[in-house]
């Protein structure tokens, strides 16, 4: 199409120690580019790079809508996953939401690498199958389980535990695939000729999974808590939601700048805390700031984590 080719201007953007740009939506349409789809890029000259769609095969997709019986559901993704499809998307409403949430859960006990997650912006649910968990990353794990974290803080905030059974089942899925891939990423170390930099790599990133997975747990204690309480906090709380988000994003691009702006923000958190009254006298607000005063904590941990992943890139260990 020749009227595309004049249409595009793009400004390079950093991202971590790395330099990205975003694509137009008009192409990635017509490209038929979706979330982690392969690109390549060739290098013409000095100021030219050619980037084509990648060769990738494409992945086999199966769509449930509303029309199926929810009874047929958890068949039909049994016989979907002996097929070797490898995406699921369910159409969900109201009324079928919760159902499909009991056969999901139900259904995880029996499949063994069942992954699932509700895409809210299309009432739909999407299903994987990561019996191979050299199928995703750790730092995809953790954005996932973050997003978890969100839903339920928000929940908490809306006076709702609407899905928070599935969002606890999906917690356990996520977080045993996330050992997974840890244990079979650790195996790999000795042939890669290195000695004590994977074990302190395989800890910390340990760490940062058992961590988030208590911050869900602990975002359960909401739940109980009064709305007028929630509220008062809802600001500072969807901000610790919104930065844990960011240190996911950038979890492999850890540079002098990034924990800068790290530090930065976590002590902007840490002022907000004190700067909120609160009556000593109410075990309920008591209770919420003590929980927060955790997440901060863990935040502190992990920015000794960065710091010591940043010093591995800089003596070129990492």
């Known amino acids: 199409m020749e009227d595309l080719k004049d249409k595009y201007v793009r400004s390079i953007i950093s991202l971590g120690n790395s330099k990205a740009m975003t694509f137009p939506q008009e192409w990635t349409n017509l490209a038929n580019l979706d979330e982690k789809s392969e690109v390549k890029l060739y290098p013409i000259d000095e100021k030219t790079l050619l980037i084509r769609v990648g060769d990738t095969t494409e992945p086999i997709r199966f769509y449930i809508d509303e029309e199926w019986p929810i009874q047929l559901i958890k068949r039909a993704i049994i016989s979907a996953f002996k097929l ?32 699932y997650k509700h895409l809210n912006d299309r009432q739909e649910i999407y299903i994987r199958f990561l019996v191979d968990p050299s ?25 709702t ?23 079979t990423g650790l195996s790999d170390f000795p042939s890669k000729g290195l000695k004590n930099t994977p074990i302190i790599r395989f800890l910390g990133d340990r760490v940062v999974l058992l961590y988030i997975r208590d911050f869900i747990n602990e975002a359960l204690v909401f739940q109980s808590i009064s709305n007028e309480i929630i509220i008062k906090y809802s600001e500072l709380l969807l901000q610790i939601t919104n930065f844990l988000g960011d240190i996911i994003v950038n979890y492999n691009n850890v540079n002098l700048n990034s924990i800068s702006d790290f530090k930065t923000n976590l002590d902007r958190l840490k002022d907000t805390l004190k700067d909120i009254d609160y009556d000593t006298s109410n075990n309920e607000e008591v209770e919420v700031r003590n929980v927060i005063n955790y997440y901060l904590h863990s935040f502190s941990n992990f920015f000794d984590i960065g710091i010591t992943r940043l010093i591995e890139s800089l003596i070129g260990i990492a």
């Open 84 to 115: 070797n499809v490898d995406e699921i998307y369910i159409k969900y409403n109201e009324n079928t939401e919760d159902s499909l949430n009991e056969k999901l859960i139900e259904l995880g006990s029996e499949l063994i690498g069942l992954d």
């Open 135 to 159: 199928k995703t990353t750790l730092p995809e794990i953790l954005m996932d389980l973050s997003n978890v974290f969100t839903t339920i803080i928000k929940n908490a905030i809306e006076g």
């Open 161 to 183: 535990k609407k899905k928070n059974d599935f969002l606890l089942a999906e917690l356990e899925k996520k977080y045993h695939l996330g050992r997974r891939i840890l244990i």
